[in-house]
């Protein structure tokens, strides 16, 4: 297993990005679900075992400061393509976690040749064809938090019993995820047609049981996307990275190594 | 002294042993359960009420709006306070108010205030709220910039109503390449301001800067003295001195013609469930981003089931006990609202008389006798104890409009 990750923060465009960073070899940008991310997660170790990983949190979520000025998930695509040329890397594998998958997409669609291979795990972003993004405005944070998950006790597992600081990360993410994506809720209307340009194969990762974003959606990436496959995982809801680490760490690890 | 009627227009015909079953009342409770023939019924009751309640002598209507809950029906202020303008005579029209952030164009509400203020011929008193979290999620509207849209839309509000047009809006959240409504209030500068609210001390701080009076909705005598010490304290920093015309206060008041059928009635008051909006999850009252992150942490125990609502849920004995709640006789209301009156020192004063089930007879008699013999009563109280109100006192209708503003030193005591 991977050890020795590094944390640092990288200031730019006006925000103060908190990176984590381990392992060697390809480099991989992971972009985390809108409920931000614990700063461990197993799927984060098995990657840094074979890959350059880098795991930023969103600026406004978890550990980077809020910038007053964000307000559209497109500002965060645009810092995250900074992010990357302040540090100096090229044909990344960007691999996005429900909310960061929506935030991968934009991406891919901003520099259509520059990514190797971009991984969308239950992604968030395109108007699901046949039912809605499940609403966390009307539940509580845990209910919320709970819904992504296939079985409870995965998510036992990873956020044992909830801390009134995990609450408070969880209320700083949901006001982060209103700031820039109220309105539609957690989608991009234009997306649909601009994912067409996106060069880079696309892997397409949906948790059979996934409670937050209808499998609709991930069809429908895997349509749009010129190179792109669906791969479904089962006993997996929405967090597949929480609760099937290891299986979508080889999926995953198996598709950046594909010729 | 300005002494108002409100109620909140209750939607009483709805099945409240199925909003018990589902486990709330708000937002999120199906309109199935919406009966328009009641519906209809009970606005024309309402409408009815306040003609009446001019009739007995009653000056001022409060009013306000709120959605998806049966706990209010009025879903637009502007509808009744329209309405009012053209059937009644004399007595102010107040609205605490219209929640600005919900409006997608501020201009377009400028225009209807300035056409209700010149049909009621000068009677308007526009007050602006932010608008509960329901209210954001009911209408779609972003509760992450609520406070901001507030702002920004009031001063777009003001401005269309005192500055020359055509002007250009480049605002944050809105931007108007053309303002120049051509209707414009009948009052000047500009009809005035008032700012109700209960708990967030931002709002309170925001009021006493702009000098508009804050309106205490229904808080205990306590809570109400401890947001006039913020209040005055902020009013010194800006250079004047706060005193009753910047102060109004609600309460719960019922009075009947005996003890028994008021508190019988007053009991209402609690009639959703002892929720002043109903039962809803705290999450739809305080949206993320909707309320002061000073709050945060309490907040987010409360939201998960882990900790008490922090406004609490008093028993009617305990509202009772506390002054939130009267109800009598006039006799025996009157010297009970004089020592509120005494204690607090409002120049306005909002009386909300009827709720829930109360009958349209009971609810008659209320204003009728609120009319004829409490709130002349209380004026004369208000007389006696110099409790000055706006009007009487001429004051400005806004900071900028002062006459006697001066650098108070901070620690004036």
């Known amino acids: 297993m991977a050890t020795g990750w590094g944390e640092r923060v990288v200031e730019l465009t006006g925000a103060k990005l908190h990176l984590a960073r381990a392992g060697s070899g390809r480099p991989v ?55 990357l040329a302040e540090l100096g890397i090229e044909r990344a594998t960007l691999i996005g976690l429900g909310f960061g998958g929506w935030i991968a997409a ?49 998510f036992a597992k990873v956020y044992g019993d909830v801390t009134t600081d995990q609450l408070v990360e969880w209320d700083l993410c949901r006001e982060m995820s209103f700031r820039i994506a109220w309105k539609p809720y957690m989608y991009n209307p234009t997306l649909p047609q601009l ?36 791969e479904i995982v089962r006993a997996a809801g929405h967090c597949v990275d929480m609760e099937q680490p290891e299986q979508l760490a080889r999926l995953v690890g198996a598709f950046i190594d594909e010729n | 002294m300005h002494v108002m009627y409100f109620t909140e227009q209750p939607m009483s015909a709805y099945p409240a042993n199925i909003g018990l079953e589902v486990g709330h009342t708000a937002l999120m409770f199906s309109n199935k359960y919406f009966d ?166 931002e709002t309170i701080i925001w009021a006493a800067q702009q000098r508009y009076p804050y309106i205490a909705l229904n808080t205990s005598i306590e809570a109400t003295k401890k947001i006039w010490e913020l209040y005055d304290r902020v009013a010194l920093e800006t250079g004047y001195v706060a005193g009753p015309e910047n102060r109004g206060y609600l309460q719960q008041v019922h009075v009947s013609d005996s003890e028994e059928k008021a508190e019988k009635n007053a009991r209402q008051f609690l009639w959703m469930q002892g929720e002043f ?17 000073s709050l945060r942490r309490n907040f987010v125990e409360f939201a998960v089931g882990r900790a008490e609502n922090p406004r609490g849920r008093p028993t009617f004995e305990q509202q009772v006990a506390d002054g939130r709640v009267f109800f009598g006789t006039p006799k025996t209301v009157i010297p009970k ?40 009563a209380m004026r004369e109280i208000g007389k006696e104890l110099g409790l000055t109100d706006p009007f009487e006192a001429n004051a400005p209708v806004h900071l900028r409009y002062s006459t006697d503003l001066k650098q108070m030193p901070q620690a004036a005591e």
């Open chain 1, 195 to 230: 994912l067409g340009g996106v060069r880079a194969p696309a892997l397409v990762v949906w948790g059979e049981d996934d409670k937050i974003v209808p499998r609709s959606a991930g069809e429908r990436y895997a349509d749009l996307l010129r190179n792109a496959r669906l």
């Open chain 2, 277 to 293: 909006t109903g039962l809803a999850h705290p999450v739809w009252s305080n949206p993320s981003g909707y309320f002061s992150p």
């Open chain 1, 106 to 154: 934009e991406m891919a669609t901003m520099a259509p040749r520059e990514f190797h291979r971009l991984v969308l795990v239950g992604a968030m972003g395109l108007k699901p064809p046949d039912g809605d993004i499940f609403d966390q405005a009307i539940v509580s944070y845990i209910d919320y938090a709970c819904a992504g998950f296939h079985d409870q006790q995965a």
């Open chain 2, 36 to 201: 328009p023939v009641a519906g209809s019924r009970l606005y024309n009751e309402y409408l009815e009420h306040y003609i009446y309640a001019e009739e007995q002598g009653v000056e001022g209507f409060m009013l306000n709006e709120h959605h998806n809950a049966p706990f209010c029906m009025q879903a637009k202020c502007n509808i009744f306070a329209s309405i009012l303008a053209a059937v009644t005579k004399k007595a102010k029209i107040v609205l605490l108010g219209n929640p600005l952030p919900l409006t997608e164009n501020p201009v377009r509400l400028a225009e209807e205030l300035a056409m209700i203020d010149m049909i009621s011929k000068g009677r308007l008193v526009p007050g602006i709220v932010r608008g509960g979290g329901q209210e954001s999620l009911a209408a779609g509207v972003n509760p992450a910039y609520n406070r901001e849209r507030f702002q920004e839309a009031h001063d777009l509000i003001v401005a269309a109503w005192t500055r020359e047009g055509p002007f250009r809006w480049e605002g944050t959240h809105y931007q108007h390449r053309v303002v120049n409504p051509w209707a414009v209030p009948l009052q000047k500068p500009h009809p005035r301001i008032w700012v109700p609210g209960v708990l967030s001390q």
């Open chain 1, 29 to 83: 940008l992971v972009l985390h679900h809108d409920i931000g991310s614990p700063d461990r997660l197993p799927f984060y170790d098995a990657l840094a075992s074979r890959f350059d990983v880098l795991v930023p949190h969103h600026p406004g979520y978890g550990k980077s400061e809020r910038p007053q000025y964000l307000r559209s998930v497109r500002d965060v695509a645009v810092i995250y393509q900074s992010l």
């Open chain 2, 337 to 376: 609202l004089r020592r509120v009156l005494e204690e607090t020192r409002p120049s306005i004063y909002g009386i909300w008389g009827n709720d829930g089930t109360v009958s349209n007879e009971d609810a008659r008699t209320c204003i009728r006798l609120l009319g004829q013999e409490v709130m002349p």
